[in-house]
């Protein structure tokens, strides 16, 4: 048989077995609503984790990427740096934590850090992300300071930084509200927050897998209060441990709502839990099919999120790359070798680099548009 004779019995099988999703009656009224650019309900965002096949998931997933995003799948030029990883918590899924005591903790002082962004001085980064362990001595005025000094050295440099729960624990350690706290960081030259620690707002799962750290309740104030005082943030969810649909979809269901009030929200990151070195090994990890299934409803769901970041170094370049077709567009950064917190769960890249070069041409493989953004998902 001639390959394109080929191609089209494989094409009508493949149609043939749509049409038999589609013939289900509620999952053809979500197609109908997806493909008219109307909301889903958590309803019908749950019937689409539990009854929606993989295919038609990718079809739904790449109606609302190409409305909201085109062809275009974004990338940004930045590097990691992480402070400490000595933490006063001890979240159940963490690989990265350590006390002081063992080897394999590190904590830089800001010189150090300073260190860091100086070996960037010659190359056309736009973007530096810190995040790292809630340090028990250190309160808002030292990373204050610390990105003061960094401004100073390279003012157009935009900074990302610290999750809700490092947020949280500097700012009341300095003795300030919430809103104080952030104007100050702002007024320090923080220019976006980081979408971690969010994991699941879930409170039964949350006790059960994070029970120190910030509620899910003070996690979206800060990221209101952010918003309110022109700060944007980024949103992610720890999924493929002990949650459900149900909690994922409750999950979603927060940001979106939350979303609806502010629109600070840039980008939405899933971060698939990573088993390696952390109590909750036992669990194991859920399939790349899990994965792309995850992309599509979360693309799906939250159709007021611009974004949909696959983040590379924790899923491997293959999956980010596949999940461009399943509602993600941007794959985060050209990451220079110096994010940890996925090589101690078990991520297979030991040191995450990829040059532009390399990133664009994935997404050209793919067949999309490979496009340079700043922090802003503005066109570089
Ligand atoms: O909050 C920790 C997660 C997050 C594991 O905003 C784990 O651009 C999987 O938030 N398996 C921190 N995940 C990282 C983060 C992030 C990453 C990339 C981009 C952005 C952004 C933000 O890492 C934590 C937690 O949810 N995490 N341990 C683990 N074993
Ligand atoms: Fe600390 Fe963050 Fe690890 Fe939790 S996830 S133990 S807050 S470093």
């Known amino acids: 048989m001639a390959p394109f004779l080929l191609n089209l019995r494989h094409l009508h099988d493949y149609m043939t077995g749509l049409q038999s999703q589609i013939s289900d009656n509620d999952i053809r009224q979500i197609y109908s609503k997806v493909s008219d650019g109307l909301r889903i309900t958590p309803e019908e965002g749950l019937l689409l984790y539990q009854k929606c096949d993989l295919p038609l998931l990718g ?31 001890n979240c159940r899924f963490c ?60 003012p157009s440099l935009h900074v990302k930084a610290f ?6 624990y500097m700012i009341s ?59 944007p943030s980024n949103a992610t969810m720890l999924y493929g441990h002990i949650e459900n649909y149900s909690h994922r979809i409750d999950h979603l269901e927060r ?28 669990l194991g990890e859920v399939s790349v099919i899990e994965d792309l299934r995850n992309y599509a409803v979360s693309r799906i769901y939250l159709d007021n999120i611009p974004h949909i970041k696959a983040y590379w170094p924790m899923t491997g370049k293959e999956i980010a790359q596949l999940s461009l077709s399943f509602g993600a567009d941007d794959l985060d950064g050209t990451i220079d070798d110096t994010t940890r917190i996925y090589s101690m769960a078990g991520a297979e ?32």
């Open 59 to 89: 079809i739904m997933s790449s109606i609302v990427r190409r409305r909201m995003n085109g062809n275009l799948a974004f990338f940004n030029r930045n590097f990691h740096i992480e402070p400490t990883n000595k933490c006063v918590y």
């Open 95 to 154: 690989s990265y934590h350590k006390p002081a005591w063992d080897p394999e903790s590190w904590e830089y002082s800001h010189e150090q850090m300073l260190d860091i962004v100086k070996q960037f001085d010659s190359k056309p980064v736009t973007e530096v992300h810190i995040v790292g362990g809630v340090h028990p001595a250190h309160d808002l005025h030292y990373y204050g300071t610390l990105i003061s000094k960094i401004k100073q050295h390279r």
């Open 163 to 168: 999750s809700a729960i490092e947020l949280d």
């Open 173 to 231: 350690k300095a003795g300030l509200t919430i809103e104080e706290g952030l104007q100050q960081l702002k007024e320090y030259g923080l220019d976006s927050i980081p979408g971690g620690g969010a994991e699941i707002f879930d409170e039964k799962i949350r006790e059960k897998i994070c029970d120190e750290k910030s509620s899910s309740e003070l996690w979206l104030t800060i990221h209101e209060t952010a918003h309110n005082l022109g700060i």
């Open 255 to 282: 940001l979106r709502s939350l979303q609806d009030k502010t629109s600070g929200f840039n980008a939405f990151i899933p971060l698939k839990y990573r088993k390696a070195n952390n109590s909750m090994s036992y």
């Open 349 to 380: 890249d030991k040191n995450p680099a990829m040059s532009s070069e390399e990133i664009s041409s994935l997404i050209l493989e793919a067949g999309f548009e490979p496009t340079e953004r700043d922090s802003l998902y503005n066109r570089v």
